[in-house]
């Protein structure tokens, strides 16, 4: 059983019988194992287990412990547990309830905040300059992560920088439009869920008897109000407050550090044995760390016997070098690549060891960049499926038909309208069964009075360049082809996409749907357009190899979505589950290329942590946008404690491309590497350059 398996610290953890319960867990001490325990000992004490909620920072975590608890028990046991991160359990309940909601990804909610943003007209502010939108978009989503129920959004954006004073009433009203859009189409973002779930806890108890919390150190004060609103009488929060990396999504280090002031009569459990990396890795992450303000005393405890290899400082004259002699240490390297990673503090750091060790035909995954999710490809095939669960659903419309020729954003929010008026308010009766009586658009020109608009916007584009286009008489007939701008082809691939959502309508299994859209002659049609343009060369000619790849490799991830759509039977369902999964999937084999932030709970071999120059780790510019030279010594610590055996650090002095200098980091300092020594009045102007540009 679990139970058995854990060492002294851990059991005392999982058998606790406070109700109340947080556990320090240092990297590499066994969190899972206790956490799978705690739940082992909830089971074995006849705690129904629909009745234990399990909150973690990612799905797959989540899946992971459930996993290891069916092995104990049962599947059927196991899979009671209701688990999974704070949206994803948000939206469970939601379902559990029978309260549906369309979730949407950020970058598509970004487009339509965008479109109501450059409607705006700011005025002449000195030398502040408005918030661009998408930097917008994500301050308001720090806003609602990171505040107080009573806190409002003019008063917070004044507090973080009163420059924008004169703008904060165009941003509200910005935003008021915004959720009213999204209000009336029915979309849903991460926040929403989250912001909705707790007007739900207001109307309806849910009957947990225990909830357990993983990675506590990351919650923030909207998590945090979800979780008392759940009212649970037992709680097990399991995290390491030197592993708190999440200030820039709201998470507030505050929240564990004052779980014994906020739980009366609670308990505070620390495991100090830590399993994974050997001493003289652990000794560095120990010696940055500890500058940090203590605030629960600890001291790990290395167990791992392993021949010890000392972890390598790399110092480089320019920094392309730097990312030319680790790709050919890796190529080198006896280490399975897939135990190896190269860990950065910004993505840009990434570019240079993907293409050097492309260069070297080395296959490599990259996580914290371009999403499986983004690729348009997958999007196409969601934004069908979306479709078929809301023919409404305007986005998803735009998104499928913008890619007909001569079509774009705009023609295809001019057809969306028009479907919608033809079809009394459902765009899909308007495409197969129009009513010819409506007027579809609107004129564009000044038309005479006695002239109907519908009958000036005829003038403009009629139905005669279809004639002999093979169009069925159903779909020919449709007035809503009359648009100006179509054209024999962009009238192809309107005819395709109707045929297919046609077809679509019979059918309700998603594998098969996917199946079938994979093979449509519309779907032929987009896959050709984005091998040519993927396939492009600087000189205008496609590269037809490029091209056949990128084909073969579009198909092939339309292949991974639709086995995993093979776990679900609804659409709906399958659809948000990606969307609340699609950030933790990442793709392709070989080295891992990762942010720090991606790299959190993982654990390699061999490790690479490069760009250790300061400016870039710490990260000035983030540290004058309000982080903290304490939260970069964190994410130098979480760096440091993914390595088991083999750790290098590396640093360059110089950027020939930029003609910029580098001075190393101060955590090489503070972990003893680079000797502190008197600083020459030229090193000293560097620092100091280094410093002012990080707050321009």
Not at 272 to 291: E, G, Q, W
Not at 345 to 356: V, Y
Not at 502 to 513: D, F, G
Not at 672 to 688: D, F
């Amino acid at each position: 059983m679990p139970l058995t398996n854990l060492n002294q610290e851990q059991y005392k953890s999982a058998t606790s019988q406070i109700k109340y319960n947080l556990t320090i867990a240092s990297a590499g001490t066994g969190k899972t194992s206790t956490i799978v325990g705690r739940i082992a000992h909830l089971l074995q004490n006849n705690i129904p287990p629909n009745e234990i909620l399990l909150l973690t920072f990612t799905n797959k975590a989540a899946s992971e412990m459930v996993t290891r608890v069916a092995t104990y028990f049962s599947q059927e046991i196991a899979s009671k547990i209701v688990s999974g991160t704070f949206h994803s359990v948000s939206y469970k309940l939601m379902k559990s309830l029978d309260i549906n909601v369309a979730l949407k990804r950020p970058n598509e909610l970004k487009t339509l905040f965008k479109s109501l943003y450059e409607k705006r007209i700011f005025p002449t502010n000195g030398e502040t300059t408005p918030y661009d939108s998408n930097y917008l978009y994500d301050l308001y989503s720090l806003f609602l992560n990171s505040s107080s129920n009573e806190d409002d959004f003019e008063t917070w954006v004044c507090e973080k920088n009163i420059g924008h004073k004169p703008y904060v009433m165009i941003y509200q009203d910005l935003f008021d439009e915004f959720n009213n859009l999204k209000k009336e189409h029915g979309y849903v973002n991460f926040d929403d869920l989250l912001l909705e779930m707790i007007e739900i806890q207001k109307k309806h108890t849910f009957q947990f008897y225990e909830i357990l919390v993983d990675e506590y150190q990351d919650t923030n004060p909207l998590q945090g109000r979800l979780l008392e609103g759940f009212h649970s009488k037992n709680l097990f929060c399991v995290g390491d407050y030197d592993q708190s990396i999440y200030a820039f999504n709201g998470s507030d280090i505050g929240i564990i550090s004052s779980f014994h002031e906020r739980y009366s009569g609670s308990e505070i459990h620390t495991l100090t044995k830590n399993y994974r990396s050997i001493k003289p890795i652990l000794d560095i992450a120990n010696k940055v760390i500890n500058f940090n303000e203590r605030i629960y005393e600890k001291k790990l405890e290395v167990v791992r016997e392993a021949t010890e290899h000392k972890p390598t400082l790399l110092a480089f004259d320019e920094l392309y070098g730097q990312y030319e002699y680790i790709s050919s240490n890796i190529q080198k390297s006896h280490t399975p690549h897939s135990d190896i990673a190269v860990i950065y503090r910004n993505n840009s750091s990434a570019d240079g060891i993907e293409a050097n060790l492309r260069d070297l035909g080395i296959k490599s995954k990259r996580k914290g960049g371009h999403s499986f999710f983004d690729s348009r490809e997958i999007k196409f095939v969601l934004d069908f499926l979306i479709l078929l669960t809301n023919s409404n659903d305007m986005m998803a419309f735009i998104h499928l038909i913008e890619y007909g020729k001569n079509i774009g954003k705009s023609v295809a929010k001019d057809i969306f309208d028009a479907l919608l008026v033809l079809g009394d308010g459902d765009l899909y009766k308007g495409l197969m069964q129009p009513n010819n009586e409506k007027t579809p658009y609107k004129s564009t020109k000044t038309s005479n009075i006695q002239l109907g608009l519908f009958d000036d916007f005829m003038e403009m584009g009629n139905l005669s360049k279809f004639k002999n286009s093979g169009f069925s008489e159903t779909f020919l007939g449709n007035p809503f082809l009359k648009h100006p701008k179509l054209t024999v082809e962009s009238g192809e691939y309107l005819y395709q996409f109707y045929t297919l959502f046609k077809e679509l309508k019979r059918m309700s299994n998603p594998a098969n749907l996917i199946d079938h859209i994979k093979k449509s002659k519309i779907f032929g049609s987009v896959l050709e357009s984005l091998g040519n343009a993927r396939g492009k060369q600087k000189d205008g000619t496609i590269n037809q190899s490029m091209k056949t790849t990128a084909i073969f490799k579009a198909n092939r991830k339309v292949e991974t979505l639709k086995q995993l759509s093979h776990r679900h039977v609804n659409i709906k369902n399958f659809i948000n589950a990606m969307v609340l999964g699609g950030g933790e999937l990442s793709e392709g084999e070989g080295v891992n290329l990762l942010s720090i932030h991606a790299s959190k709970g993982l654990e390699f071999k061999e490790v690479y942590i490069i760009d250790l120059m300061d400016g870039r780790f710490p990260n000035r510019t983030l540290m004058s946008k309000g982080g903290s030279l304490e939260e970069e010594r964190r994410l130098f610590y979480v760096a440091v404690t993914r390595a088991k055996d083999i750790l290098y650090l590396s640093y360059a002095k110089y950027d020939r491309i930029k003609k910029q200098d580098f001075i190393y980091s101060p955590f090489l300092v503070e972990a003893g590497l680079v000797k502190k020594e008197e600083k020459s009045k030229e090193e000293e102007k560097k620092i100091a350059k280094i410093k002012k540009e990080s707050k321009l």
